[in-house]
């Protein structure tokens, strides 16, 4: 890694970070594979001390994690019904019509009718979930990794309470989309290109940074607000119970760098920036949902900078940062190397959560399994 200071071209392939056009011309050209292998070298870290509980705050999180297990077989209610095209239509009852804000006047969208809508809920609903459930497994997979090369005690008990939460989130994803929706998707490809980033990184805080604060974070609002949009209840309880546990996987992150960065020095400060600022924009841009446009026929590059202008979409777009910001300024990122990483959470609109509450401190708020016997 050069001790040079990178530019935005460097970090994340583009000048401008709203090039739409460079956006959307990164697509998944291997759809059909079905296994992705992600070349990774790093030292796996044996400890010899074995003291529980030398860091309290780890220790306390893992007692909770074995206390608040839940089994994604049977204490979801599988047996609802789901009518995933009456759901869109009461989705979209609830919380909105589906063009609202937007006028598609003379684009592909002024001939869809009601069907067509209808569809594009249908396939929406299957690619979120799809995604959801690849993150999923991202996190399975990094956090693994962390046990091996995390050099604590107690962050090897907690992140292997945390591996079988993932196994879990996995599973429940996965047959929610075979039993209850209509077809999956494959990986998007700004989403695929950031976990291998993730994974293939060699130190240890790096899997940290990128999958316990960057993707969980984002997960952990873009799950609370789905929580909140749906009407469907037991996809409501299944989120309710992974944001449980999503929480608690936040708090690791940031528990675990808050003691690791005060060692390093200010250019390595600067590289967990850079870092911080890449995943952000490849997880921005993987919401655009290009896939979902293609395959109804639609090109992305006609419609995706129309939505771009729905003040909705924004406000929904920057809510999804709301859990990363708080937790980056708790690190000491957003500030670090004169504020570099706050001018570009500014560039993306995001800045404004910089106050609300960190994970660190909250995640005992989200706890709702059936073992803890709190409510939904
Ligand atoms: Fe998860
Ligand atoms: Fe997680």
């Not at 130190?203 to 604060?213: E, H, K, S």
């Amino acid at each position: 890694m050069t001790d040079q200071m990178r530019d935005t071209a460097d970090i994340i392939g583009r000048d401008d970070i709203n090039d739409l056009e460079a956006i959307l011309s990164v697509v998944n050209t291997d759809a059909d594979e079905e296994l992705h292998a992600v070349h990774s070298v790093y030292d796996t870290i044996f400890t010899w001390d074995y003291e529980k509980g030398r860091r309290a705050k780890l220790d306390k999180l893992y007692e909770k994690a074995k206390k608040t297990q839940w089994n994604g077989q049977t204490d979801l209610p599988w047996e609802t019904e789901v009518d995933q095209e009456e759901l869109v239509v009461a989705n979209a009852v609830a919380n909105g019509g589906f063009t609202e804000g937007v006028d598609v006047s003379g684009t592909s969208l002024a001939k869809w009718g009601e069907k067509e809508w209808i569809q594009f809920g249908v396939e929406s609903q299957n690619w979120t979930l799809s995604q959801f459930m690849h993150g999923e497994q991202g996190a399975l997979v990094c956090t693994a990794k962390i046990v091996e090369s995390v050099p604590w005690i107690d962050a090897k008990y907690y992140a292997a309470t945390q591996v079988v939460d993932e196994a879990r989130h996995v599973e429940v994803f996965a047959k929610y989309l075979d039993d209850k929706l209509s077809g999956h998707y494959p990986i998007n490809a700004h989403l695929r290109m950031l976990l291998d980033d993730i994974i293939t990184d060699s130190r240890w805080d790096m899997t940290y940074l990128g999958m316990q604060i960057m993707v969980e974070g984002l997960a952990l609002a873009a799950f609370g607000f789905m929580h909140q949009m749906t009407t469907e209840p037991l996809l409501k309880q299944l989120l309710r119970y992974v944001m449980s546990d999503e929480a608690r996987h936040v708090a690791f992150g940031v528990l675990s760098l808050q003691e690791y960065y005060q060692q390093l020095s200010a250019a390595e400060i600067r590289e967990r920036q850079e870092f911080a600022f890449e995943a952000a924009v490849r997880m921005r841009d993987r919401f655009l949902q290009q896939e979902v446009w293609a395959r109804m026929g639609v090109d992305p590059k006609e419609i995706v900078p129309l939505l771009m202008q729905i003040e909705d979409r924004q406000v929904f777009q920057s809510l999804l940062f709301s859990k990363i910001v708080p937790n980056c300024k708790k690190l000491g990122l957003l500030d670090a190397a004169d504020g570099w990483l706050r001018q570009r959470f500014t560039e993306l609109g995001v800045i404004a959560f910089e106050d609300w509450s960190d994970t660190g401190e909250e995640y005992d708020s989200l706890q709702a399994t059936p073992s803890a016997d709190a409510v939904a």
